[in-house]
């Protein structure tokens, strides 16, 4: 089955302590994202990856780094977490079809930083 | 940066009528898509417009694009309890950079 897989799918932290949540799709997609879901907010792009070792930033990559070694892994690093990033955080992964793409999304991490 | 607003904020509707979702972009669009988010889950798509592109269906609900306007309208026909939910409007640049998403739009569907 084609899909996005994020992990974990909760967890609770406390500040300072460095964290992963991992992404993985099994699409061979080139392109992954990062987003972050906030009340008020709504989706805001972190990051960004258009293929193996090539990211560029989003909207709001302050506190998170990213990695993409392989193509189907894309995890999301915070090296230090604050309680301003406790949200829910979803992966995407996509396709395109000339200029046209369709994103697949994983069901998301909701992270709380305490 | 690209900026989209959606309207209304939220809507609340008897299950059987009809209603529309309103999408517009800051900037040209040459591709607008469309998802669907239970509360606290994951983003489900629904479809996506291109420019110069026709209306586009996804069971009852129907989408289009104008490209005048900078707007896309997304209609559901019939309403039933299983479209409650956010819908959300997304749009960006080549192959997903850039993606920025509307605030959303809250639909309650009353049985």
């Known amino acids: 089955e084609a899909q996005v897989t994020q992990n974990p799918r909760y967890l609770i932290t406390v500040t300072g302590k460095k964290l992963t949540v991992t992404c993985s799709q099994n699409m061979n997609h080139e392109y992954m994202s990062w987003y972050r879901q906030d009340p008020g907010l709504g989706l805001r792009q972190i990051y960004y990856s258009m293929n193996v070792e090539v990211t560029d930033k989003g909207d709001v990559p302050e506190g998170y780094k990213v990695s993409r070694k392989e193509k189907r892994n894309f995890p999301l690093i915070l090296e230090s977490p604050s309680p301003n990033q406790t949200s829910l955080y979803f992966c995407?992964?996509?396709?395109?079809?000339?200029?046209?793409?369709?994103?697949?999304f994983g069901p998301g991490t909701r992270l709380t930083v305490t | 940066s690209q900026e989209l607003e959606q309207s209304p904020q939220s809507l609340i509707v008897q299950e059987g009528k009809n209603l529309t979702i309103n999408c517009t972009s800051s900037k040209t669009l040459y591709g607008l898509y469309w998802y669907k988010q239970k509360y606290g889950e994951g983003l489900i798509f629904l479809m996506m417009?291109?420019?110069?592109?026709v209306e586009k269906s996804h069971e009852k609900i129907t989408a289009k694009l104008d490209e005048k306007k900078q707007q896309s309208s997304l209609h559901i026909t019939a309403s039933q309890p299983s479209h409650a939910g956010i819908y959300l409007c997304g749009a960006g640049d080549n192959y997903g950079q850039n993606f920025v998403f509307g605030p959303g739009t809250r639909l309650s569907v009353l049985p």
């Open positions: 995407a992964s996509s396709f395109t079809a000339g200029q046209y793409y369709e994103q697949y």
């Open positions: 417009l291109q420019k110069g592109g």
